[in-house]
């Protein structure tokens, strides 16, 4: 694969003089001219993610300040002398280049400097939702928020022939006005396949043993039948139960046994007090960490509406691929209509849920340092240079 990058020069999909950026639908009250795009332009303050040979990690990712517009951004540093990574990243900004919705992330801008290349990226100030959900989940209401948005930007793809192939918490990030924005296109794969459209994809998308959980059983299973963009739907049920839940299906079994319980149609579903193994969990064992307690407490203390129970697992967790709804039907399922009728935002939610959790942890444990909690939990990154161990899935 042969790419063209220039040294210090920008990437871009339009060959205008001068650039917008565009966070969300809203556009940013200024142009930003491209001889203003250049490493010296951007001002680095803290680490999201660093490179680490471990975890296979060779990118690097920063938040950043555009220093003429004064706009935050999140900059992603790739290694090009990894060829195979360059091959993912290339297909994803071709990929990226081609599409614009408010609830997909946008790419500003590419260029090269040295051996690395540098991805401008709308900063994501609240984080992604996985990190939100722990440890014992989010409210139903939030998790209609976000399943609204993904559903958008997942009919947005599929309409166009794309099947996204990576939705997962991780990979749904939350701007500062409460947005959803998608991530993870480097997974995707499109239906379009020379000139022509194709009812299925046999294709495995490499690379997937970090999203195996989250992947459909067609997907896995491999076979001759191949799947289709309803793949995304069996996830976004998974992230359902993972917002859910605090915690992701499947986490703690070999991938073997995950296999198997897809394969035998064993889905997850959201955990609360209409559950027979919550209601029959023995919480008074001497041996049981406080940790799981409280999980359990909290979710024998909670009911889900039938609405939430049926989206997930009647509608998006049902093994046979051609009775899931499209991502467009399921916009209009009593569960995302719910929206309608609050009078409340995301942020609020999110927020509510973090100080009531705030609070139980202090009653657990006086030296819990709330502040540290509250970042942690908000992934709010402060311009004081300092480095966060906070990983997101780009």
Known sequence: MVISLRRHRPIFSCSDELIRFHEHEYRWSRTV???TLKPSAFKFKSTIQKPSKS?????????????????????KLVDLESEKLLEYV??????IRQLRHPNLLPLLCSFVVENHLWNVITSAQYGSTNLWSKPNGIPELAIAFIIRDVLLALDYLHKRGIIHRAVCGSHILINSKGNCM?????????????????????????????????LAPEILEQNLLGYNSKSDIYSLGIVCCELANGCVPYEDIALTEMLLDKLTGNFPRPLDSTCDEIRNFPTDIEDLSPEVREKYETYRNRTFSQ???????????????????????????????????SNTNLLELLQVNSTKQNNMDTKQNESI??????????????????DDDIQWMF
């Open 55 to 75: 975890a296979n990690l060779n990118t690097q990712i920063f938040q950043a300040n555009h220093s003429p517009s004064n706009h935050s951004v999140v900059i």
């Open 369 to 386: 340092d709330e502040t540290a909690i509250d970042l942690g939990r908000k992934l709010v990154l402060e311009d004081n240079g300092d």
């Open 307 to 341: 609405s939430f129970h049926k989206f997930t697992n009647e509608n998006c967790l049902t093994f046979d691929s051609y009775s899931r709804p499209t991502a467009s039907t399921l916009l209009s399922h009593s569960f995302i209509k719910q929206i309608k009728k």
């Open 33 to 35: 001219h491209p001889s």
């Open 182 to 214: 998608l991530t993870g296109l480097k997974y995707s794969t499109s239906v379009l396949k020379d000139g022509r459209w194709h009812s299925t994809i046999h294709e495995y998308p490499k690379n997937s043993i970090k999203i195996a959980n989250h």
């Open 90 to 95: 290339s297909y994803e900004i071709n990929t």
